[in-house]
C-alpha cells in the first residue's frame, strides 16, 4: 500500500503543489448567484469540483461551510469528496478534530477508514488535548495510506498567546508539536504522511522546522494578507515541503469554470515560483 506521503509527493510532482480550498462562504454563494441553501451548496461544488477537480493536486473542503446545513449538507460533502477523488484530486478534510484518545479513535474511522462514507486522503487535527491523543488518528491512517494535518502555529492572530507559550523545558507549545510529528516521519521516504499546519501569514516563526520530514500546509495566503513570496520568511530551508493553501482567493473568480481554472493556475504559478526562488 502506498503511503499519503507517496501519494502526496506523486501528486505534487503531477499536478504541482496547489491546494484548494472549498470554503462555500454565505457571501460567496451570493457572489455566484446562488441561494444560500443545499441546492446552492451543491452546485457551488459540483462547479469547482468540474473547474479544478482533474488538475489541482490537493482540494481541502471546510466542513463547517457544509454541517451548516445539517445531514443534507453533510451530504452534498460526502458526493463532493467522492467526485473529487474520483477525478484524482487527494481530499483533505478540514475538520480540526482533537479529543480523548478512545474519541479519537471514532474520528478516526469517520474520516480515515476506506469503508467510511466520509472517507478522505487526510484530515486536519487541533493537538490542544495533547498530541499523544491524536494517535488513533495516526495508526488509522498509517495502516491505511492516509494522512494528518496537525495545526502548529496557526494564520489567525489569536493563536499565538497559545502556540508560542513556553513550557518548563522550554521549547513552545508549537515547537513540542513540530518535534512529535517530525518523530513519527523519522525515515519515512519520499516524505512523511504527518503534517502541521503553520500559517503564510506568520512571519518569521523561530522555529525549527527543518527536520519534519512531512508536508507543511500553508494556509492564510490571499484573503487573509499572505503572499507566495513571504513563504520564503516563514519557512526557510524547510520551503520545499510547503504545500500552499488558498480558498476565497481562488473561489472569489467563480462561478465561470474557466475563472476559476485560470485563477488556480495563477496561484500555481506563483508559488512555483516562490518555493523555487533561490537565496
Ligand atoms: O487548517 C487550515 O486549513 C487552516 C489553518 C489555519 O491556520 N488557518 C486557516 O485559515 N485554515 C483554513 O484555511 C482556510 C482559509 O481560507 P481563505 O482565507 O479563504 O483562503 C479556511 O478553511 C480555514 O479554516
Given at each position: 500500500?502506498?503511503?499519503?506521503?507517496?501519494?502526496?509527493?506523486?501528486?505534487?510532482?503531477?499536478?504541482?503543489?496547489?491546494?484548494?480550498?472549498?470554503d462555500p462562504h454565505p457571501g460567496l454563494l451570493a457572489d455566484w448567484g446562488l441561494p444560500d441553501d443545499v441546492d446552492g451548496l451543491d452546485r457551488f461544488c459540483r462547479t469547482v469540483v468540474e473547474a479544478i477537480g482533474d488538475r489541482v493536486a490537493v482540494v481541502k473542503p471546510q466542513s463547517?461551510?457544509?454541517?451548516?446545513?445539517?445531514?443534507?449538507?453533510?451530504?452534498?460533502?460526502?458526493?463532493?469528496?467522492?467526485?473529487?477523488?474520483?477525478?484524482?484530486?487527494?481530499?483533505?478534510?478540514?475538520?480540526?478534530?482533537?479529543?480523548?484518545?478512545?474519541?479519537?479513535?471514532?474520528?478516526?474511522?469517520?474520516?480515515?477508514?476506506?469503508?467510511?462514507?466520509?472517507?478522505?486522503?487526510?484530515?486536519?487535527?487541533?493537538?490542544?488535548?495533547?498530541?499523544?491523543?491524536?494517535?488513533?488518528?495516526?495508526?488509522?491512517?498509517?495502516?491505511?495510506?492516509?494522512?494528518?494535518?496537525?495545526?502548529?502555529?496557526?494564520?489567525?492572530?489569536?493563536?499565538?498567546?497559545?502556540?508560542?507559550?513556553?513550557?518548563?523545558?522550554?521549547?513552545?507549545?508549537?515547537?513540542?508539536?513540530?518535534?512529535?510529528?517530525?518523530?513519527?516521519?523519522?525515515?519515512?521516504?519520499?516524505?512523511?504522511?504527518?503534517?502541521?499546519?503553520?500559517?503564510?501569514?506568520?512571519?518569521?516563526?523561530?522555529?525549527?522546522?527543518?527536520?519534519?520530514?512531512?508536508?507543511?500546509?500553508?494556509?492564510?495566503?490571499?484573503?487573509?494578507?499572505?503572499?507566495?513570496?513571504?513563504?520564503?520568511?516563514?519557512?526557510?530551508?524547510?520551503?520545499?515541503?510547503?504545500?500552499?493553501?488558498?480558498?476565497?482567493?481562488?473561489?472569489?473568480?467563480?462561478?465561470?469554470?474557466?475563472?476559476?481554472?485560470?485563477?488556480?493556475?495563477?496561484?500555481?504559478?506563483?508559488?512555483?515560483?516562490?518555493?523555487?526562488?533561490?537565496?
Amino acid at each position: 500500500m502506498e503511503t499519503f506521503g507517496a501519494r502526496l509527493h506523486r501528486a505534487v510532482a503531477d499536478r504541482g503543489p496547489l491546494c484548494v480550498g472549498i470554503d462555500p462562504h454565505p457571501g460567496l454563494l451570493a457572489d455566484w448567484g446562488l441561494p444560500d441553501d443545499v441546492d446552492g451548496l451543491d452546485r457551488f461544488c459540483r462547479t469547482v469540483v468540474e473547474a479544478i477537480g482533474d488538475r489541482v493536486a490537493v482540494v481541502k473542503p471546510q466542513s463547517a461551510f457544509f454541517e451548516r446545513f445539517g445531514s443534507r449538507g453533510v451530504g452534498v460533502l460526502e458526493s463532493t469528496i467522492r467526485q473529487l477523488r474520483d477525478l484524482g484530486a487527494l481530499v483533505l478534510l478540514d475538520v480540526k478534530r482533537g479529543d480523548i484518545g478512545s474519541t479519537v479513535a471514532a474520528y478516526a474511522s469517520a474520516y480515515l477508514d476506506p469503508s467510511s462514507p466520509m472517507y478522505v486522503d487526510a484530515v486536519t487535527a487541533s493537538p490542544y488535548l495533547g498530541v499523544g491523543s491524536l494517535a488513533p488518528m495516526f495508526s488509522t491512517a498509517a495502516e491505511h495510506g492516509g494522512g494528518v494535518f496537525v495545526l502548529a502555529l496557526t494564520s489567525n492572530p489569536e493563536g499565538a498567546s497559545v502556540q508560542r507559550a513556553v513550557g518548563a523545558d522550554g521549547r513552545t507549545v508549537a515547537q513540542t508539536v513540530i518535534d512529535e510529528i517530525s518523530q513519527l516521519n523519522r525515515g519515512a521516504e519520499p516524505l512523511g504522511s504527518f503534517g502541521l499546519v503553520v500559517g503564510a501569514t506568520v512571519g518569521e516563526t523561530g522555529h525549527d522546522l527543518g527536520s519534519v520530514n512531512g508536508p507543511l500546509l500553508a494556509p492564510g495566503l490571499g484573503a487573509q494578507g499572505g503572499t507566495p513570496a513571504g513563504l520564503r520568511t516563514v519557512f526557510g530551508a524547510a520551503l520545499p515541503s510547503v504545500l500552499p493553501s488558498y480558498s476565497r482567493e481562488v473561489l472569489g473568480a467563480g462561478p465561470d469554470p474557466a475563472g476559476l481554472r485560470a485563477a488556480a493556475e495563477r496561484a500555481l504559478a506563483e508559488c512555483r515560483t516562490a518555493l523555487n526562488a533561490v537565496g
